[in-house]
């Protein structure tokens, strides 16, 4: 039996419903495969845990979370506290703790969701965007003086390092490559930026010629967001800084149909430290404890972590059974639907534990 040691946090929010939600489904899923075993611990941290110690996590956190195999992550923030202290408290700890310098996100129009696009037929938007998760516009590089006087200052600069791009690249490179087309976009912003920006065009060019079968193309990031919308079946695999694929992810969520089945890794590619999977969404203060949050987003992800766990035919399995709840229509209220997060959760565990077995 293979075991897999799992650190929920479900944390803040909507994602004290989902990660419990996504618990259940990888229990049905290891129930039905026979295989595996995943052994949870369910961390308590989070806003909630902020107000009666005043941390988000404990000091000793990551080394907590270092003895696991992967982590499942809920959504941080709160209407009552600041996001430098919830954010920064706890998940960029732990991305920036576990260098997950690689943040995967993948998008398509799952089956039975329709895009905001007009003319979008099924498949034509199938995406990854890789975005750069250790550096760049979130190196927290920068300061502010002389608050609240007239002549106040803030710089926010970017960090982009020959290491963390170059690496960045080959998890491009390589996804591209085991992709059916093989056709990797280099997103930047080089005509205006003329350092940083330059650097990652010339690594880029440095990094291709190791992939002679990758087709490689560079898109400005005004121009890739526009090409989203204009021209979705053009586009394959995608790299770009953090801000820049930030913004283009949120992008690609509303044009597959809804940021509530949009899900996302941040992996450690050298596998120091655990890998962390999460939903892209937030905590969604306006809907949190009502129970309807779409879990889907949440069972994405759990399934790019059995992936990364080596459950091949379990990640498989459970994206087949997502795909059919979405063909037969059982959709939260963001995806136009009357169904609550349990009744999602309840269709596709009664669809993992109807399938066939595996082979
Ligand atoms: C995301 C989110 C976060 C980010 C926020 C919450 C800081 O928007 O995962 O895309 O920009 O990294
Ligand atoms: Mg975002």
């Known amino acids: 039996m293979r075991r897999h040691r799992i650190a929920a946090i479900?944390?803040?929010?909507?994602?004290?419903?989902?990660?419990?939600?996504?618990?259940?489904?990888?229990?049905?899923?290891?129930?039905?495969?026979?295989?595996?075993?995943?052994?949870?611990?369910?961390l308590p941290w989070g806003s909630d845990y902020y107000r009666q110690t005043g941390v988000m996590m404990p000091e000793d956190g990551l080394e907590t979370l270092r003895g696991f195999d992967a982590i499942y992550f809920g959504a941080v923030g709160d209407p009552d506290l600041p996001d430098s202290v919830t954010l920064w408290g706890l998940r960029l700890k732990i991305c920036q703790g576990f260098d997950q310098y690689a943040n995967i996100r993948p998008t398509r129009v799952l089956p039975g969701l329709t895009s905001p696009l007009r003319q979008v037929e099924p498949g034509d938007i199938d995406w990854v965007i890789v975005r750069e998760n250790s550096e760049g516009e979130y190196a927290g590089h920068g300061g502010r003086a002389h608050r609240?006087?007239?002549?106040?200052?803030?710089?926010?600069?970017?960090?982009?390092?020959?290491?963390?791009?170059?690496?960045?690249?080959?998890?491009?490179?390589?996804?591209?490559?085991?992709?059916?087309?093989k056709l990797l976009t280099v997103v930047t912003k080089s005509n205006a930026q003329k350092h940083g920006m330059v650097m990652w065009d010339d690594i880029a060019a440095e990094v291709a010629k190791n992939y002679p079968d990758v087709t490689v193309e560079k898109?400005?990031?005004?121009?890739?967001?526009a090409r989203m919308v204009r021209k979705p079946a053009s586009i394959d695999t995608v790299v770009a800084t953090n801000l820049h694929a930030d913004i283009l992810s949120d992008l690609a969520g509303a044009v597959a149909g809804s940021l509530g089945v949009a899900p996302t890794a941040n992996l450690d590619p050298s596998r120091r430290a655990p890998s962390m999977f999460e939903p892209i969404?937030?905590?969604?203060?306006?809907?949190?404890?009502?129970?309807?949050?779409?879990?889907?987003?949440?069972?994405?992800?759990?399934?790019?972590?059995?992936?990364?766990?080596?459950?091949?035919?379990?990640?498989k399995a459970l994206m087949r059974a997502v795909e059919q709840v979405c063909a037969d229509g059982v959709f939260t209220a963001d995806l136009g639907g009357t169904a609550d997060t349990e009744t999602v959760t309840r269709a596709v565990i009664a669809a993992i534990e109807g399938a066939n077995a595996p082979a």
């Open 281 to 315: 969404h937030g905590s969604a203060f306006d809907i949190m404890g009502k129970g309807i949050a779409n879990p889907v987003a949440t069972f994405w992800t759990g399934a790019m972590m059995l992936e990364q766990l080596g459950e091949d035919a379990a990640a």
């Open 219 to 225: 898109e400005l990031v005004d121009a890739m967001a």
């Open 148 to 181: 609240g006087h007239p002549e106040e200052v803030a710089t926010e600069t970017s960090i982009f390092t020959r290491a963390g791009v170059e690496r960045i690249m080959r998890v491009a490179f390589d996804i591209a490559r085991s992709r059916p087309r």
């Open 10 to 42: 479900p944390a803040d929010g909507v994602g004290k419903e989902v990660i419990p939600a996504g618990l259940r489904v990888l229990e049905a899923l290891a129930r039905r495969d026979g295989g595996f075993a995943l052994d949870v611990e369910t």
